[in-house]
Structure formats: structure tokens, C-alpha cells
């Protein structure tokens, strides 16, 4: 596909699976695309990657990541990486395709406003979710309008949901939103199981789309979806016995305004690949990371919630 502003959405979209307010639409291809991709949190988990600050002094925004893989290394946007190897637990910004054997100096922001100490230990991993929803949106919204994130409107929207949750924190940490969410959070997650041609989704909470998700594989997409599911469940959990009424003809609604929007270019990061595709409007935001004319990662979002009825029927 030529890179030209517009996105190929061929896929197929299921019915709605739901859990509680959580509904997923998974999103499927028969389309097979071979790659020689290590995603973050495999190369975690086989020590193939180092992250360390930039320098002795560190930046809060960059971290040097070195890619000691054969393969390329997909790092997804709002993957959090957390632990005392570092001065503070980061967020990352956007998604990033990093060569075999090599290193880069990744944007980030942080994510622990009150931490900002030497690394004391080798103690370093990723969060089992991504940033939460609202926080997603917002980063992505600010990167399109000002090619960079609002570290003071991270740290407002973090310590907003710590008060909804009535959680504590002494260093201001996303995680223990998480930490304190987990067995709700997981019973949610454990209830929702793809299929082998499915490569992305979209989810809603109650009636409301929040986000869509989309990778270049099956393999790929089941990695990243139980964090994607903890992602809006973090911001938007609620037990219920009511059925959402978010039909497929949302999903799709909601493809036709991701078309409509405004759509720009990015240069990508010195030193990784790909090209990011990013757009925006009134309703929607999100991006797109292409490497050699195919779609690897795609994330959009509904920025406002639709002023409807927040349920229609008891689930039968």
C-alpha cells in the first residue's frame, strides 16, 4: 500500500463480546504478513534489551534504549516502563521501530511525578497495562498539535484517577492505580479470548467507543491485547448486568470519522524506522507506524463519550 494519508481498513469486525462495561470488537484478516519483529515485552522477558537513562544525570523525557536482538524491535506507545533501574517509571510516547543491533534515544514522559532518584538496583520491566485510556488520548492529541506530550497534564490526569480510585501513592505512580484495581481488572481480561485471524480491536465501555487498536499480526495482537483491555479498564470499570447496545455499525462510524480527519506525516526518530501517519479532529485522534508500506501498529480513539443511555437490556 503507498503511503498517501489513507489507511487500509480491510479487515472483518465481530459481534460485540462483552464483560461487565467492557465490550470488545476484534477485528480480523486472512492476510499473513511475515516480519522479523520482537515486540518490547518478549525481548524483556529473553534480555534482549537494555534501558537505561541517557546519561549519569538523566532526562526525564529520553531514555537510551539498545536493541540487542536480531531482530527489529516494536515498542508500543504508552507501554510503561517501570522499576529502580531507572530515576522514574516512563511512559512511552509513540510507537517506535528500532533496527537489529542498535540504539536510540526514545521520547518519553514521565509517568512518577514525586521519584527522581539514582537507579539503586538492576530492578527494571514493563506494566502488564498500558497508560490508561484518557491519559492515551490526551498524549496523542497533544504529539499531532504539538509534536510533543504535556508533562503537567500527565501528571493532573494521574493524580485525578488516583483520587477516583482512592488509591495512595507517595511517588504519584500510575502502577498503583493498577496494583489496587488488579483482580477486578483481570477477571475482565481472562474473559476475552481472540481468534487465529484476528489482528486488532476495538473496545467500549457501557455505550461508549473508546479506542481501536490494529497490528500487522495475530501473533502480535494477542501479546498486546490483555494490556490494551487493562488499559481502558483502568479507566472506565464497572461491574453490570446490563447489555451494551454498541452495535458493529459503530465500529465502523467510527472508521469513517478516523478517514475524515485531518492526516499528517511524521518524520520518524533518528535512528528507528518506519513512518508515523498521525491524525485528528473534533472527534477522533490517533496514529500510525507504516514500515516498508505495511501498517505495523494502529491506535485511534473517540475523543468524547456519546451523550446516550448507558444501557438498553439485562443480559440474557
Not at 73 to 87: A, T, V, W
Not at 175 to 198: A, L, Q, W
Request: charged fraction near 25%.
Amino acid at each position: 500500500m503507498i503511503i498517501n494519508k489513507r489507511f487500509n481498513f480491510n479487515f472483518g469486525i465481530s459481534e460485540p463480546k462483552q464483560k461487565n462495561n467492557i465490550v470488545l470488537f476484534y477485528l480480523s484478516s486472512k492476510e499473513k504478513i511475515k516480519s522479523n519483529f520482537i515486540t518490547f515485552p518478549e525481548a524483556f522477558s529473553k534480555n534482549l534489551v537494555k534501558v537505561e537513562e541517557v546519561n549519569d544525570k538523566g532526562i526525564v523525557r529520553y531514555l537510551k534504549v539498545t536493541n540487542i536482538s536480531d531482530q527489529k524491535l516494536l515498542i508500543l506507545d504508552s507501554e510503561q516502563i517501570i522499576g529502580n533501574g531507572i530515576r522514574q517509571n516512563r511512559v512511552v510516547n509513540s510507537t517506535t521501530l528500532i533496527p537489529e543491533f542498535s540504539n536510540v534515544t526514545l521520547k518519553v514522559s514521565c509517568c512518577e511525578k514525586n521519584r527522581w532518584s539514582p537507579a539503586v538496583a538492576n530492578a527494571l520491566n514493563l506494566s502488564d497495562s498500558l497508560y490508561f485510556s484518557k491519559g492515551r488520548i490526551n498524549n496523542s492529541e497533544d504529539i499531532y498539535k504539538k509534536c510533543d506530550t504535556d508533562q503537567f497534564k500527565i501528571w493532573d490526569d494521574i493524580s485525578d484517577k488516583l483520587k477516583e480510585f482512592g488509591s495512595r501513592s507517595f511517588t504519584g505512580s500510575v502502577e498503583d492505580i493498577y496494583n489496587k484495581r488488579r483482580n477486578n481488572v483481570e477477571e475482565i481480561v481472562s474473559s476475552f479470548n481472540p481468534g487465529p485471524n484476528d489482528i486488532g480491536v476495538a473496545i467500549a465501555t457501557g455505550n461508549c467507543l473508546v479506542s481501536l487498536d490494529i497490528f500487522f499480526s495475530n501473533e502480535v495482537f494477542k501479546i498486546y491485547l490483555p494490556k490494551l483491555i487493562r488499559s481502558v479498564a483502568l479507566d472506565s470499570f464497572k461491574k453490570t448486568g446490563y447489555k451494551s447496545f454498541v452495535k458493529t455499525r459503530d465500529v465502523h462510524k467510527l472508521l469513517r470519522l478516523i478517514e475524515q480527519s485531518e492526516k499528517k506525516i511524521d518524520k520518524p526518530n533518528m535512528g528507528t524506522l518506519g513512518q508515523q501517519i498521525r491524525f485528528n479532529s473534533g472527534l477522533v485522534v490517533g496514529s500510525s507506524l507504516y514500515y516498508e508500506e505495511e501498517m505495523v501498529h494502529f491506535s485511534g480513539f473517540l475523543k468524547d463519550k456519546v451523550n446516550i443511555p448507558q444501557y438498553k437490556s439485562k443480559v440474557a
